[in-house]
Structures are given as structure tokens and as C-alpha cells.
């Protein structure tokens, strides 16, 4: 609250210091040996952190580069620099081991690569690269890849490594959760391939430095002699990789200062191991323990609806929480009658608090799962609401929703190369660069898109057989879909795209951490979808968002995950979509029972915890689920928060009849909602901007009215005879054997009979 207003003072000695009550100081005082700070939200583990540094600094305990400091996000790191230099009142330079665990380690490994077999510029991996490596690795083992699918083996792979867990250190009982027991060998020629490529993934970056420590002690003792203070935030969610990491690093100085909560850990489904942080104590004997109790970011109300709904948790150390501030406004839970109504009123409140002189970035709407984000996305921008997403693209952004408007996209136009191109082998069905290309050049030649192309090519040789089946079966399967256009609900048809297509099937075998996300995110298209008369309409639509580019720059409202907040605090906090199933979420509860569960509610005391002076907890009594109506029970977490600290309202909306739909408004009805700020935003946007108000359709008129602009002349239309010798960049020479339109029967001297088209060979 006063952080702002101490930074200011000027700094005699340690001001930064007088701020803090007497457990917060003690934790920064207490600079020799282990330390632990085990205490609830908001009350100051962070702010203990970064004084603490700040103090290590001025006492001249240390140079900037002999303070390891580990947080869970770059910008937290970035957070952490710039309040620092705020606290001893001067920029702070050269921190270069403040940072994640993932980018303190990627420096580690940069500096000694050699010891690990790597060369210093060896490259990290995305996800997508090491997929790709996996799938190499399968096929080499002569295994089916629809059964073991590369990304199975790369989240099992990274589970491992989660654990600390090199190939020959898999315990067998574990081994055999992979390609019947092949796992381990997998693994093992996947570390062999990413050496041979001088390569890393994420969870090498940890691993490798475990390696390098254990295998060099004199480079380990460097470390040792260089980190003279380590600390770390969120301890809570450290997994054992990372456990093992700093129980390395602190054998040295044994300075090491942990500071975390049992109620926030909240990726145990990631690795995390919540252990560590109860197990502190003996790993490091000694250690002084420091208890925080007051908290300094919420009112009395939010706090008390916090604490009383985590006292539900059985596996909990139990703490105390207390606040000074004022009790401040109850929690409000608000139930909706559908999720359209519930993002209306999220938006039109939001929109009433900036009347009142909130700025948007202090609020921000947190959700448990991603697909969440549309409808709201979908509100602001209709009424100009600026937003941004958080720790993930827009919703219309991501891959998975890229992929599957595609596939719409061509269906409803084929022209669409991009869209053509996005999708001809995704999921993969051998139709590569290669034959990309082929078809690139044949459209360019003769003046068509790329499916036009396609349909010529498929009738010769140009492409490979397997290639060429492949290719003329996805023919097949878009006219097929083209033809129920007209028959079929344009949502049924992007379900029957979504299945037949094999895209939902190839997330459905994704393995890895996010591919629940991806499936409950196309189930979320086809909803929006629901919401539109017409395929074309929703196109339009989509089109007339993607074009709403955020500003990046001005006050926003955020939008994010419950996992994306943790640490993070606003002064308005939506926990839209309390209802079960959603949240607590079915799959955590299917999968991991009680615990699954009781992390779930850390996860709403986590999102509870973040606001400072309100916090808006709602659910819908129906949702749509692929336009049929469901009806919601509310989450049990409602149930559980103490009356005491919650209002409860249900607005007259809620009403059996249903919500008006259709209420899309049109861009002349602006004059109704001036009082809105943000409809006036929008007002003088598309004023400025008068391409937005352009569909998509417009355009592709403009476009079609212009043919000369797209058009490409066939190339000196070459004229080919029986006899004549030719020659073909692919096939090499031959001589026409047959003639027929534009495609050619040739003979060629090395590779037998072809039919290939005219526009790929030249007289030769
Ligand atoms: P979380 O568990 O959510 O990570 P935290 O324990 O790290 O929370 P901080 O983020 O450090 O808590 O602090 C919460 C808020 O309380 C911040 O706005 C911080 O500036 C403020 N705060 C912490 N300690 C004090 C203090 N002694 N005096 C005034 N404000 C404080
Ligand atoms: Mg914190």
C-alpha cells in the first residue's frame, strides 16, 4: 500500500527497512544460513524477497553478481529488478542471476556446455521441435506412431526430467508407461539425437546442470564460492529437478532463503512437489523458520472468504491471517443465467467501475480454464473495451483455433491458399514441403490456387503415390464437406470437419499438459459458432476480431488464468464460471481425486487472493455446450465461502425464458450507449480506422472485381507434340509419348513413364 510512498523517502541508511513489521524485518535481517518464510497470501513474502536483496546490497554483503535469485515468471523477475532499484533509490545493474529457474540455468549451461558434451551455442528446443525429434526417434524404433505419437513420448519425457530423472536413473516400475516398456530406450536415443544436434529442450536445461554438478565438483565449487546469498519465491511450486538444483547450489554458502505458501501450490500437476517446501527444515538443519501473519493486500472480507474456504483443505499446515484494513465490500456472488449474460454483466460492471474512476489495469478477470476468455474477449470488443491476454495468445489467436478456422475457411472458399496451406497436412498425413512446393509452382504457373492446383496434380505423377493418395483423399473429404454446406447446421459441420479430418483425434492422442486445453477450446468455436446464423457470418465475424489489433500500450483490462495470477494482485478480481465441472475442474477431479481437488481449491484461494479491494465470484445456472442448453450446478467453492464475508445475488435477468440472442449490435447503434466509455472508445476508433468497419466480404469483392491484380499469365504457353524431348526437374529427360490437354505422357530415360503437366517441363 505504502510501498510506493517509502520508495520515495530519501534513504538514509536502511529506510527501505522501517516499512516492514517485525517478522518481515527479521526475515531480511536474518541474512546467514537457511531461511524459510511459510505465510499466507499478500502478507509480504515477495516484498521480503526484494528487500532483502535490497538490504544484501546495502550492507555490501554481496555484489549484484553474487546474488542468485530465483521467481516463477520472467516478468516477476523483471518486477523484482525494478523494485529494488526503487528501494535503495538507484537503478540496479548487472543482476544477471536474477531470472527463472529455466533462464538462470540456460546461463549455467552456456558457461560449461563442454562438460555436458554440448557446444556453447547449442540451440534450445520449443515444444514443437522436440515433438518433432520424438516422432523421429519412434519411427527409427520401427514403432506405430498412431499408437506412441511424438508428443505422448515428449510430455513423458518431460515428466521424467521433472523429476530429475536421466534415462538410466528411470526406475523400472516407471519404465513401462511408454510403447510397452520401450520408454526408457526412447528416451535414452532421444538425449543421443539432441547431442548429436547440439541441442537442448526445457527440461535439459535443469537437468543438464544436474549433471554438470555432479560430475564436475570443481565447477559446482565455483558456483559455490560465486552464489554467496540464493532466494526464491514460490517455493511451494519448485519441482524436484529444481529442489535438487538449489540443494546443490546452497551446499555452498548454506545463505539460502525460501519463501512460500502450502495453500498457493497449484501445479502439482506439473511436478510440483509441495513436499519441498515442508521438508525444508530438515534438508537444511538450522534453518531459522519465519511466519507472516498479517496481510497487507486484501480487506477483511476477502480475506475472511479466503481463509475460510482453503480451512476446507485436510493436507494443510494451517495459518493465521489477519488484516488492519477496513472489512471493505463482501465478496459478491452473482449467479447468471447463461454465460453470454454473464459476460455482459462482467463487462458492463467493469465498465461502471472505470466510470468510477478504476483504471482497467486494476482489474482483471481470472479464469480456471482458457477457453473462458472468448466470451469476454468477444464482449469487449463489441462494446471497446481495451483488454489483454496474459501468459497466452487471444482466443482467436491460438494455434488449435487457427487450425480449425482454416479448415472453415477453405471449406467455405477454396481459393483461400493461406488457408489451404495451414492445413494440407495438419494433422500430418505426409503431405510435405515437398509437395508444397510442387503445388506452389503448378498455381503460379497456371494461374490458380493452390487446391486448384491439387486437383490437376493428383491426376499425374508430379506427386509421389503416397503423397498423391493422400492428397486426393483430402480432395475428397472437402468436397464432401463443401457439399453439406448446404445440408447440414454449419455447427455440425465443423464437428464432422474437426472429426473426419483426424485434427480433434490428433490433440485427443497429444499427451502433454496442454492438449486438454486445445480440445475444450475447439469445443468452444463450435459453440461460438452457435451464436451466428450462417458459416459466412461467422467468418465475418472472426475476421472483423482478428483485426482489432490490441494496443499494447494504454490502460487495459487483464485477462488470464488462475494459475497465470498467482503472486500477482489487482483491485478488482471476476472469478467468472464457478460452477462444477468447470471448477473445480472434472478432468483434476477424475484424475487425482481428493488431492486433484484440494488443489483446486488452493486455486481459488489463490484467485480470491489476489484482489486488494474487491473481489466478484459468479456462475451461470446454463451453459451451452455444442448448442445445446446444459444446466450448471454451482461450484461447491460457493458453498464453502463463509455467509458472513459473501453477498449473494441473482439478477431479475435470471429468467427461464432465456437471454435475448442475436443481440449483436450494429455500429450505428452507438448513440444509444453513449454514456459508455468504452462504446465512446470504440466511437472514435472506427471513426479513425474506417477499414474497420470492412468485412471481410467486402474485401474479397474489392479483390474480385480486380482480377488483373491477382491474376498471373501461364508462361509462354509452351506447345508440346508427340516426340518432342523434354526435360523435367524432377524426372530429368525423356521424350512425349502422349498428349492430353495440358498433361503430357513422357518416357524419360531414367525414370520410366510419367504423366506429368505441360507447365513443369521445358523443350529440351
Ligand atoms: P502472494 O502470496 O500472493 O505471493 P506475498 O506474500 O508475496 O503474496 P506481497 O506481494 O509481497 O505478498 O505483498 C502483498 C502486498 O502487500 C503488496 O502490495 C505489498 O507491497 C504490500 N505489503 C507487504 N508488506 C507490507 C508492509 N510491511 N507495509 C505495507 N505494505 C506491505
Ligand atoms: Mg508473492
Not at 10 to 36: D, H, I
Not at 125 to 152: F, H, M, S
Not at 460 to 483: C, F, H, P, V, Y
Request: one cysteine or more.
Amino acid at each position: 500500500m505504502n510501498e510506493s510512498a517509502s520508495a520515495r523517502l530519501p534513504s538514509p541508511a536502511p529506510s527501505y527497512l522501517s516499512g516492514l513489521n517485525p517478522e518481515q524485518r527479521a526475515a531480511v535481517e536474518a541474512t546467514e544460513g537457511p531461511v524459510l518464510v511459510l505465510a499466507g497470501a499478500g502478507t509480504g513474502k515477495t516484498r521480503v524477497l526484494t528487500t532483502r536483496i535490497a538490504h544484501l546490497l546495502r550492507q555490501r554483503r554481496a555484489f549484484p553478481s553474487q546474488i542468485l535469485a530465483v521467481t516463477f515468471t520472467n516478468k516477476a523477475a523483471r518486477e523484482m529488478q525494478h523494485r529494488i532499484g526503487a528501494l535503495i533509490g538507484e537503478a540496479v545493474e548487472g543482476m544477471p542471476w536474477l531470472g527463472t529457474f529455466h533462464s538462470v540455468a540456460a546461463r549455467i549451461l552456456r558457461r560449461h556446455a563442454e562438460a555436458v558434451g554440448l557446444k556453447p551455442n547449442f540451440s534450445i528446443l520449443d515444444t514443437d521441435d522436440q515433438v518433432r525429434l520424438c516422432k523421429q526417434v519412434i519411427q527409427a524404433a520401427d514403432l506405430d506412431e498412431k499408437r506412441w505419437p511424438g508428443r505422448g513420448l515428449a510430455s513423458q519425457i518431460d515428466k521424467w526430467k521433472n523429476r530429475g530423472l536421466a534415462p538410466h536413473e528411470v526406475p523400472t516400475q516407471d519404465a513401462d508407461s511408454f510403447a510397452d516398456g520401450r520408454g526408457v530406450e526412447l528416451y535414452a536415443a532421444y538425449q543421443a539425437r539432441l547431442l548429436t544436434l547440439n541441442a537442448a529442450d526445457f527440461g535439459d536445461l535443469l537437468l543438464l546442470n544436474l549433471k554438470l554438478f555432479r560430475e564436475r565438483p570443481d565447477i559446482l565449487g565455483e558456483f559455490h564460492r560465486r552464489f554467496r546469498y540464493i532466494l526464491v519465491d514460490e517455493y511451494q511450486d519448485t519441482n524436484v529437478a529444481q529442489y535438487l538444483w538449489l540443494r546443490l547450489l546452497a551446499q555452498g554458502s548454506r545463505n539460502i532463503a525460501c519463501v512460500g505458501d502450502d495453500d498457493q501450490s497449484i501445479y502439482g500437476w506439473r511436478g510440483a512437489e509441495v513436499g519441498n517446501i515442508l521438508r525444508f527444515e530438515a534438508d537444511f538443519p538450522g534453518a531459522t523458520v519465519i511466519r507472516l501473519e498479517r496481510n497487507y493486500r486484501s480487506t477483511g472480507h476477502i480475506l475472511g472468504a479466503a481463509s475460510g474456504l482453503i480451512a476446507a483443505n485436510r493436507s494443510r499446515l494451517g495459518k493465521t491471517l489477519w488484516t488492519e484494513d477496513a472489512a471493505g465490500e463482501p465478496v459478491r456472488v452473482t449467479a447468471f443465467w447463461d454465460g453470454e449474460e454473464e459476460a455482459r454483466a462482467v463487462a458492463d460492471a467493469i465498465e461502471q467501475l472505470n466510470r468510477e474512476g478504476e483504471k482497467l489495469s486494476e482489474i482483471a478477470i481470472l479464469v480456471r480454464a482458457s477457453f473462458q476468455t472468448r466470451s469476454f474477449e468477444e464482449r469487449f470488443i463489441l462494446i471497446g473495451l481495451p483488454y489483454r491476454v496474459l501468459g497466452g495468445p487471444r482466443f482467436y489467436e491460438r494455434q488449435e483455433i487457427r487450425d480449425a478456422l482454416a479448415y472453415l475457411r477453405v471449406v467455405h472458399q477454396p481459393d483461400d491458399d493461406l488457408a489451404f496451406e495451414r492445413i494440407i497436412n495438419t494433422p500430418r498425413r505426409g503431405l510435405g514441403d515437398t509437395t508444397i512446393q510442387t503445388l506452389s509452382r503448378l498455381a503460379r504457373a497456371r494461374g490458380l490456387s493452390l487446391l486448384g492446383a491439387a486437383v490437376e496434380a493428383v491426376e499425374t505423377d508430379e506427386i509421389k503415390a503416397r503423397a498423391r493418395s493422400a492428397l486426393r483423399a483430402l480432395m475428397a473429404d472437402l468436397a464432401r464437406w463443401r457439399g453439406q454446406l448446404e445440408t447440414a447446421s454449419h455447427t455440425d459441420l465443423a464437428r464432422t470437419i474437426l472429426d473426419e479430418s483426424g485434427y480433434t483425434a490428433m490433440w485427443q492422442a497429444d499427451r502433454s499438459a496442454d492438449a486438454p486445453g486445445r480440445l475444450e477450446n475447439l469445443k468452444e468455436l463450435v459453440q461460438a459458432m452457435g451464436e451466428f446464423p450462417t458459416l459466412a457470418a461467422f467468418l465475418d465475424h472472426v475476421s472483423l476480431v482478428m483485426e482489432n489489433e490490441a494496443d499494447q500500450t494504454g490502460d487495459q483490462v487483464t485477462l488470464m488464468t488462475l494459475h497465470g495470477a498467482k503472486g500477482l494482485e489487482f483491485g478488482n478480481v471476476f472469478l467468472p464460471g464457478w460452477e462444477e465441472g468447470l471448477f473445480p475442474s472434472q478432468r483434476t477431479l477424475d484424475e487425482s481425486g481428493i488431492a486433484g481437488l484440494e488443489e483446486e481449491r488452493r486455486l481459488a484461494y489463490v484467485g480470491i487472493t489476489r484482489a486488494r479491494r474487491r473481489s466478484f465470484i459468479s456462475y451461470a445456472a446454463n451453459r451451452r455446450i455444442y448448442n445445446q442448453w446444459q444446466s450448471a450446478v454451482p461450484s461447491r467453492f460457493v458453498e464453502e465461502l463463509p455467509p458472513e464475508h459473501v453477498e449473494r445475488s441473482a439478477p431479475p435477468g435470471l429468467d427461464p425464458r432465456g437471454p435475448t440472442r442475436f443481440d449483436v449490435v450494429e455500429a450505428d447503434d452507438f448513440g444509444s450507449r453513449a454514456t459508455s466509455p468504452g462504446w465512446r472508445r470504440a466511437q472514435s476508433a472506427f471513426a479513425a480506422d474506417p477499414r474497420a468497419r470492412r468485412s471481410t466480404a467486402e474485401t474479397q469483392r474489392l479483390v474480385d472485381a480486380q482480377p488483373a491484380l491477382l491474376a498471373v499469365s501461364d508462361p509462354a504457353a509452351q506447345k508440346f507434340g508427340r516426340g518432342d524431348r523434354v526435360f523435367h526437374q524432377k524426372f530429368g529427360y525423356g521424350r512425349i509419348t502422349g498428349v492430353e490437354g495440358n498433361r503430357l505422357e513422357i518416357a524419360f530415360e531414367h525414370s520410366g513413364s510419367k504423366k506429368v503437366l505441360d507447365s513443369f517441363v521445358t523443350k529440351g
